[in-house]
């Protein structure tokens, strides 16, 4: 019986320790498991029913972490799938929602409260057409009051006439003849005066001096 128990000790041990002071052999098992068996040679129950309460705990510890690898491996992967189809929607907004509940519902992003304000193509078109006719208008108020004003041609090649020496345009006096015109103007001005004078003796004689006298006709 005790060559039995030791050869089966020496089977299953990694390493042979010396014997303790109580005469118990310390075996060191298998790797990722530690546990100190008491081998009686007087008593071969106690033995076996060490070595098998050993071989239980260690069955149930390999068989636990294999399921708690196989749980977390699976909420990694869930956890994955979920980002992935995050980004993909987030990415692709003009996909549609797939909806497994027939009774949910949803609110449009674009017709919500907070929204802003949005135009159709026609107010837009037009909004653009108003906005491109105003700027013109402002270019041409501001050419008309400005006329100093340098003109601004991306052209290299155009030309143009001046305005006051067009074919159409009036003829422009000089200064000795705008002065002779003003006097030919008064001196029929004081003849016309004269005439009516002449003519209407009746009509009263306006005085601007009023030191000026006269005597009855």
Not at 13 to 31: D, F, I, S
Request: aromatic letters at 6%.
């Amino acid at each position: 019986m005790g060559s039995n128990l030791s050869s089966r000790a020496k089977g299953t041990q990694k390493t042979k320790e010396p014997v303790g002071a109580r005469g118990h052999t310390e075996l060191k098992a298998e790797p990722k498991a530690t546990a100190t068996w008491d081998l009686y040679h007087t008593n071969n129950d106690d033995a076996i029913e060490a070595s098998s309460t050993f071989d239980t705990e260690s069955e149930d510890e390999d068989a636990d972490e294999p399921n708690d690898h196989f749980d977390e491996r699976e909420t990694i992967m869930a956890d994955c799938r979920n980002l992935a189809s995050m980004a993909q929607d987030f990415l692709h907004p003009e996909l549609p929602a797939s909806v497994t509940d027939s009774s949910a519902t949803a609110r449009c992003y674009f017709d919500r409260v907070s929204a802003p304000d949005v135009d159709s193509l026609d107010e837009a078109e037009a909004r653009a057409q108003i906005l491109a006719d105003v700027a013109a208008l402002k270019k041409l108020a501001k050419d008309y009051m400005h006329p100093e004003l340098p003109v601004a041609v991306t052209d290299s090649a155009a030309t143009a006439r001046c305005y006051f020496e067009r074919y159409s345009a009036p003829k422009v006096e000089s200064v000795d003849e705008a002065d002779a015109r003003a006097q030919i103007l008064a001196d029929a001005a004081a003849l016309k005066k004269l005439a009516i004078d002449y003519m209407h003796p009746e009509l009263p004689v306006v005085v601007t001096d009023f030191s000026a006298t006269a005597r009855c006709y």
